[in-house]
């Protein structure tokens, strides 16, 4: 045997650089659901299904090609618990000159593999990961000498880079690189959002659910109406879908919230571009294609390509530059342990409830509900950012460190001190009310700050303001917030403070 080629869980793209220039006669490609892989986080069961079935799918169609594999099937018997047991039994079984793989998406596993060569005793080479648009190194180049970074700078230089939505005079089709003014509108039902699309379980679905029911009871999340795609085909599909029925739409209610609708416009693509069924680079020219064939508006194309070509490449590159040590950022000081009820979603606070209900049932949740609803009221409590990093990292069938922890820690926690985002995203209830209807629904009273049935977030917020003066006050974007706090009446203020303080102390009964 030549080569051993380990392709992982979120490496399901045909053209994966592990297998560049491999030989289907001698070298022989590794696949293993594994109980370490499985079980780092509690992987909401819906997750583990779609990684599976896409494994098994991805497998099957490698050996339809002609590759040799060796696949190793979930059992909590298998004595290979680690993809380094089970690396090690095929050394040991048929031998190798050397292990092969593509480098992985987060630190904890990449730095195990990176001790492998020493611990196996076999040359591992760890290609980089093409699939990203900008690779590490472009990133750290763009990011040399820069004292901020910033998304938007970033964007627009992989818009110049990539040739996306630009004239052929390299300006901004549409005169302006970022439409966002146009994509604030809240959504009253009209028009409708479309259904989400949807996969039936085929017969190797069926058998990962039934697996995943048998020995992952006691993970976070639902097993019913299971409608991920699990091939490249229908994530294909998922894709025209969504470019077709909600991109039109998408800019619009980007920033929408409903109490009855889970997904609005939102194209439910990240678990499929996460784990190699999707390319986002395709993904992008898709959008852009429907641009020029007129069928969605600018601001909805633009905005959407921002979210890939942008945000989704800006966090991969701050992860590589700043891990392992972004990991322990606390710099707000959070010592408050994580609510129970965002685990059963068991709370009167309506918008949170739906947000984590959604959660369970779907393992989605838009990016709102993440950044607005579930980081926000995390950001306000002062909970510890391990805390919230390892619930997002549980919950949601697109979560790996590398996308989650950038946008938890950095994004919603600000814990990493303003390195990914110039100001938190700390709001009031004023703000969901804004852009909801879930206020009108819910147990409190969004108009209210201090009484016993007041909106949680609204005192949670000023409280937030006041305890983190010394960090914020002399941000230009938060200078406002601290002339309306200082200008409240004292009397108000105490009252607000009190009110915060008892929320605090009783963040269980919520
Ligand atoms: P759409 O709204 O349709 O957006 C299109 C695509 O843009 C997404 O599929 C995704 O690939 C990309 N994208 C959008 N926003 C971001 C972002 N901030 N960072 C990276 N990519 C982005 N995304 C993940 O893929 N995995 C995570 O674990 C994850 N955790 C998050 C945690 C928090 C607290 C927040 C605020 C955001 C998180 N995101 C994460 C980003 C974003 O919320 C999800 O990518 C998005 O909700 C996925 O749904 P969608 O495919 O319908 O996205
Ligand atoms: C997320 C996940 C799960 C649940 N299970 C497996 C698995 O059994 N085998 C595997 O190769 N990969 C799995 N993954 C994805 C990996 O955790 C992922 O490749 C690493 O975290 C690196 O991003």
Redesign the pocket.
Known sequence: MANLILILGDQLTPDISALDGADRNQDRVVMAEVHNEASYTNHHKKKIVLLFSAMRHFAQGLEADGWQIHYLTYHPDNEARSLEAVIAGQLELIGADRIVTTECGEWRLHDQISQWHERLGVPVEIRPDTRFIASKQEFADWAEGRKQLRMEFFYRERRRKTGLMMTSEGKPEGGQWNFDTDNRRKWTGKPPAPAPFRIEPDEVTRAVIDLVEEHFADHFGTLEDFHFAVTPEDAEQALDYFIDFALPC?GDY?DAMADDEDWLF?????PY??CGLLD?LAVCEAAARAWHAGRAPINAVEG?IR??LG??EF?RGIYWMNMPAYAQENRLGNTRALPWFYWTGDTKMRCMHKAIDATRRNA????IQ??MV??NFALLAGVKPEEICDW??AV?A???DW??LP??LG??MHADGGYLGSKPYAASGKYIQRMSDHCSNCHYKVNKSTEKDACPFNALYWHFIDCHRDEFSNNPRMGMMYRNWDRQDPARKKALLKRADWLLDNLESL
């Open positions: 998408f980007q939102h194209s439910i693509l990240s571009i996460n986002p959407f979210q890939i945000w989704r966090v989605y949740a838009h990016h993440r950044l579930t980081g997002y990292l949601y697109d979560a790996y996308v989650e946008n938890v994004m919603v």
